[in-house]
C-alpha cells in the first residue's frame, strides 16, 4: 500500500506539472497575445511607436515577454542625469536613422544592444514619427524584448510555489539586524500564545481566535499567482477572502494594547492581518502607536470566503442529495416496473431532457414566486435564506443521478450468481438487497465520493452566476474572457490538484470498502 502511494503521488506530481505546462504553452503559446488588445481603448488612442511600446508593457504584464527600454536601463547605469553624456544617449534615440543604420551611434546605447543581444533579447529601434507637416508625433525608442520560454515559466511558477516567511522580508535600513525576530509571544486579542516576527512581511505568522478554521498561518504562502482582473490580488487570498460586509467589533487598539487596563474600542479592522510598511504617519500612529511600522491592518468582514461559500452549497446539495437519492434508488430497485419504479423514471428522464440552464430557471421561479425566497445572493435579508436554492438547484439533479446509477447497479447485481445461492439458503428478500446486493452494488459509487465532496470546492458556474452567488464556479470562466492569464494558470493547477488528491482518496476508500481491492504488487 505504502508502495502505491508513493507512486501514485509521484506521477500525480508528473502530472500536475504537465497539465499546468500545457495550459501555459496554450495560453503564452499557441494564443495570439495581440487577442488580449482587442477592446483596449486605450492601445486604439495611440498611434505610432507609442502603440507599439504600450503593446509591449502589456505584454509584459500579462506574462508574455520580458521587456526594457534604453531609457530606464539607462537611468540606472547613470547617477548624475543633468550630465551631457546622459542627455547626448537619450538624443541619440531621438535622431532619425540614416539609410543602412540599425541601431542610434552612441556607446551607451551601443553597450545596451550588445548586452541585451547576449542575453537572447531581440533589440529594436524605433525611430520618432513625423506628420505630413513635419511635425512628431511619437517619440524614438530602443527597446529589449524576449520570449519566456517554457520550461523557464514552469520553473518560476513551481519554484514560487511555497515561499516562506523570514526576518529579512523587510527591506528597511531603519530596521537593525539586531531588532529582527521570529519569536512567541502572548496575544492581548485572543490570549494565547501567537507566533510574531519583526521584520517579516506579517507581525502575526501564527494566532489563534474564535473564526474557522482558529488557527491561521501568515509564515507560508503558496503562490498560484496573481489575478489582473482582481487588482493584482494573489489567487489564495482570493479564494479565502470573506466576501459579506464590513464587520465593526470590539477590540483594543495596537498603541493600547501593552497599558495596565487597555480601553476597548469599536473597530472594522483586524489587527491580526497587519504587514510592514517603512512609511507612517499621525493618522497611523494614532492608531497603531508611535514608531509601529506593522500597519495595513484588513478589514472584518462578514459572511463566508469564496471558496467555503461555494463548499457550503456544494457539500449541503451532496449530503441531501445521498441522504434522498440512494434510498429512492433502492426502493425503485426492489420495485422494478412498478408504480414507484415507473414515478422514478419519470422524474430521471425530466432532469435529463431539460438543459440544466431552463432547469435552474424553472426553479428560480417557482422559489421565488410560490415560497418567497430571494433570487439574488445579495437580495437576501436573512443570509442564510440566500443559501437555499442554490442548494436545491444543485442537489435535485444530483439526487435524479444517484437514484439512477444505484437502480442499474442493484438490477444488474440481481441476477448474479451469488444472489440465486442467497435465495436458496432462504435468505428474505429484504436481507438479500441489504446485505449483498446494496453493498455491492455501492462499490460502484464508493469511488466517486471523495470527487463528489472536493467538486464542492471549485463551485458550480451556472447555479453560483444565476444567484449571483459570491464563489469560485464563475471564476474561470471569468478569466478567460478577460484573457486573466494569471488567475487561467491558477485556478487550472486548482482544479488538476483537487482532482488528482479526489482520486487517490477514491481509492483508498474503495481498499476499505471491498476487502477484495487491494494495492500491493501481485494482486487485482
Known amino acids: 500500500m505504502r508502495k502505491y502511494i508513493l507512486k501514485r503521488i509521484l506521477f500525480s506530481l508528473f502530472s500536475l506539472v504537465v497539465v499546468t505546462g500545457a495550459v501555459m504553452f496554450l495560453i503564452y503559446g499557441a494564443m495570439d497575445k495581440s487577442m488580449i488588445l482587442s477592446g483596449d481603448s486605450a492601445y486604439s488612442k495611440r498611434t505610432g511607436n507609442d502603440k507599439t511600446i ?181 489567487m489564495v487570498d482570493l479564494l479565502t477572502a470573506r466576501t459579506g460586509a464590513p464587520l465593526t467589533e470590539e477590540t483594543i487598539l495596537p498603541k493600547d494594547i501593552y497599558e495596565e487596563n487597555p480601553p476597548t474600542t469599536d473597530s472594522n479592522l483586524d489587527f491580526h492581518t497587519v504587514t510592514y510598511s517603512p512609511l507612517i504617519s499621525s493618522m497611523t500612529e494614532s492608531i497603531y502607536g508611535e514608531g509601529n511600522h506593522y500597519i495595513n491592518a484588513t478589514q472584518n468582514l462578514s459572511g463566508f470566503t469564496r471558496i467555503g461559500n461555494s463548499f457550503v452549497i456544494g457539500i449541503l446539495a451532496t449530503i441531501i442529495s445521498y441522504i434522498i437519492g440512494l434510498p429512492i434508488g433502492i426502493w425503485m430497485a426492489r420495485k422494478k416496473n412498478k408504480l414507484p419504479d415507473k414515478i422514478g423514471n419519470l422524474y430521471i428522464i425530466f432532469l435529463m431532457s431539460v438543459p440544466s440552464l431552463a432547469y435552474i430557471f424553472m426553479f428560480a421561479a417557482l422559489g421565488v414566486n410560490v415560497f418567497k425566497l430571494p433570487y439574488k445572493w445579495d437580495l437576501a435579508a436573512i443570509p442564510v435564506l440566500a443559501f437555499i436554492m442554490p442548494i436545491l438547484s444543485l442537489a435535485l439533479p444530483a439526487i435524479g443521478g444517484l437514484m439512477r446509477w444505484i437502480r442499474r447497479y442493484m438490477i444488474d447485481q440481481e441476477n448474479a450468481d451469488y444472489v440465486k445461492f442467497a435465495r436458496s439458503q432462504g435468505l428474505t428478500e429484504r436481507e438479500i438487497f441489504s446485505k449483498h446486493i446494496f453493498r455491492n452494488a455501492m462499490i460502484y459509487l464508493v469511488h466517486g465520493i471523495p470527487m463528489d465532496i472536493l467538486t464542492c470546492l471549485v463551485g458550480a458556474m451556472i447555479t453560483e452566476r444565476v444567484y449571483g452567488v459570491p464563489g469560485v464556479g464563475g471564476m474561470l470562466t471569468s478569466a478567460i474572457s478577460s484573457s486573466d492569464n494569471g488567475l487561467i494558470v491558477g485556478m487550472t493547477v486548482f482544479y488538476t490538484a483537487l482532482s488528482i488528491l479526489a482520486l487517490l482518496l477514491g481509492d483508498l476508500l474503495l481498499a476499505k470498502y471491498d476487502p477484495r481491492v487491494s494495492f500491493t504488487d501481485g494482486k487485482a
Not at 523557464?152 to 516567511?165: K, N, S
Open 54 to 234: 504600450y503593446a509591449y508593457a502589456k505584454y509584459q504584464e500579462y506574462g508574455y515577454i520580458y521587456y526594457t527600454t534604453f531609457s530606464s536601463w539607462l537611468s540606472n547605469e547613470v547617477e548624475d542625469k543633468t550630465s551631457q553624456e546622459y542627455a547626448d544617449a537619450l538624443s541619440a534615440v531621438q535622431a532619425n536613422k540614416a539609410e543602412g543604420q540599425e541601431f542610434p551611434d552612441n556607446d551607451y546605447c551601443n553597450t545596451f544592444v550588445t548586452l541585451y543581444q547576449k542575453s537572447g533579447y531581440t533589440v529594436e529601434w524605433l525611430p520618432p514619427v513625423y506628420n505630413r507637416k513635419g511635425v512628431q508625433i511619437s517619440s524614438g525608442y530602443l527597446v529589449a524584448t524576449k520570449d519566456k520560454n517554457l520550461f523557464v515559466r514552469l520553473g518560476e511558477f513551481f519554484g514560487h510555489l511555497i515561499t516562506f516567511e523570514t526576518i529579512h522580508d523587510v527591506e528597511d535600513e531603519n530596521l537593525p539586524e539586531s531588532e529582527r525576530y521570529i519569536r512567541w509571544e502572548w496575544d492581548p486579542y485572543s490570549n494565547m500564545p501567537a507566533l510574531v516576527g519583526n521584520g517579516t512581511t506579517h507581525r502575526y505568522l501564527i494566532y489563534f481566535d474564535n473564526k474557522f478554521p482558529f488557527i491561521h498561518f501568515n509564515f507560508f504562502h503558496i503562490n498560484l499567482g496573481k489575478s489582473r482582473s482582481y487588482s493584482g490580488t494573489e
